[in-house]
Structure formats: structure tokens, C-alpha cells
DNA sequence: TCCTATACCTCGAGTTTCTATGTATTCAGC
DNA sequence: GCTGAATACATAGAAACTCGAGGTATAGGA
């Protein structure tokens, strides 16, 4: 069993956030349906992450009620975790643009 | 200190190798040049990725002196290899464009 | 002679992600 | 009313990956 590369977690979960507050549960919905599939991140993986980009100040929460009733945790970009995403999105392209160019991927 | 991402690695060393058989000092400088100074691959991170892929059947080695005399190791691709690196550099792109999906990426 | 580059390698630490598990609510179907 | 699936949060331990640090050795230039 080979392990899924997700190690883009918090690019994405920023990445989500800038589009809209959204709820864990919300997230890990969402980055599939976006993906088309091919991202199915675990509750374990997304959590954890969800407090170290609190915890750096990145993102904040707020409780609100589900139409249902039902407590929902969201989460909302601060001004350093737009930032944060501007560079890692940068970053990221980069690094995407470096690996076409090791596999000799050709844009003409 | 943040860690790199530098996930890729049997991708980008099977990549590297679809070029010409290399030696393992030769890969870490020639990702280098061709990522235009985006990877710099640790020698503590090759040689067991090429350890792991040599086991698993997707490359072999055969030993060549230098020009100077010295000994180098060589890998070379298997047929196991090409599809390996065909198979993961699809998974690649398919990854890629995920993420840029995620991120809400145009291409228009 | 000494330092840098070349060339191979391993081990332990740190980080990340997954699996497994736990709790609790809502809703649809029976 | 009951049951199972989906919703919604969370943590702990295992597994995987990469890095830093170190080891060995040769070649070439200052």
C-alpha cells in the first residue's frame, strides 16, 4: 500500500480559504470535488494541519450553527495567511515548472 | 528551518535516467542545473531512493572507471523502469493539475 | 601540504501523512 | 422507532520520507 502524495496540505487548504470560510468536513468535500477525484485527504492529515495554521496565525476560527443546527468550526484567511499563500503559490509553481523541466516536458 | 519539498525523487531520478544512464553524483548536479537551482537532492536522500529502485527492478547498475581512473557506479533504466516512469510521470501531471485546479489556476 | 571537488555510503532525527479509533448529530429508509 | 450512512469534530501511533551529520577515499589546484 504506497502512500498518497498529499504533501501539499496546507498550499491547498490555503488555497481553499481564499475562495471562502469553509468547515473541515467542508474542506476535505470541497478538494475533491475540485480535483476532480484525485485528492482525498484524510480527516487525520487535515486536522492537525488546520491547528498549525492556526497556531502560525495563518488562518482563524469562528464556531457557527449549521442550518441544521449542528456546530460547525470555520475558517477564515488572516492577512499573513494570504501572504503565506501568494508565496507558497509561487513556490509551488516553481517547483512544478522544476520537475517539467527535469522530465523534459515540452510547452512548445 | 523548513524542510524541502522533495518529495518526487524516484520520479525525478527515473526522469533523469530517461536521458542517459547517470552515477549518482552526476544526478544530484545535473537536477540542479536542469531545475535551474530549484532541487538540490541531498546524498542522504539518493542513494537510498537508488537502493530502493534498484531492489525493486526499475533500474541497474553496472561499475565504469573515469576518464581519471576513478570508479563510478552507474544506473541505468530496466523495461520495469520505462513504465514505472511512465506510469508515475502521468500521475504527476494529473497531481499538477489537481493542485492548480485547487488553487483555481486559469489557463485561458 | 591543504582545501575543494568528486564519489560513494549509512544512521538517527525530524517532519509529514496515514490508519485506526473515538465521540456525537442528522437524516433517509424500513 | 431503529439502523446505517453521512456529517463533523478530534487524537494517537505507525509508517514513510528527507535531511543533517558523519564516514571513507581519490584527484587536482593553490
New interface residues.
Given amino acids: 500500500m504506497k502512500k498518497q502524495?498529499m504533501?501539499?496540505t496546507r498550499?491547498?487548504v490555503l488555497?481553499?480559504l481564499?475562495?471562502g470560510d469553509m468547515y473541515g468536513y467542508q474542506m476535505i468535500v470541497e478538494?475533491e470535488r475540485?480535483?476532480?477525484g484525485?485528492?482525498a485527504m484524510k480527516e487525520g492529515t487535515l486536522y492537525p494541519v488546520l491547528h498549525g495554521l492556526e497556531k502560525d496565525g495563518l488562518v482563524d476560527a469562528y464556531e457557527q450553527a449549521a442550518p441544521t443546527g449542528r456546530m460547525r468550526k470555520y475558517y477564515r484567511l488572516t492577512r499573513k495567511g494570504k501572504e503565506a499563500l501568494k508565496t507558497e503559490?509561487q513556490d509551488?509553481r516553481?517547483?512544478?515548472?522544476?520537475?517539467?523541466?527535469?522530465?523534459?516536458v515540452s510547452f512548445a
Fill in positions: 502524495n504533501e501539499h498550499l491547498l488555497g481553499l481564499s475562495s478538494l475540485r480535483s476532480d484525485t485528492f503559490a509551488w516553481r517547483y512544478a515548472a522544476a520537475v517539467d523541466a527535469v522530465l523534459g
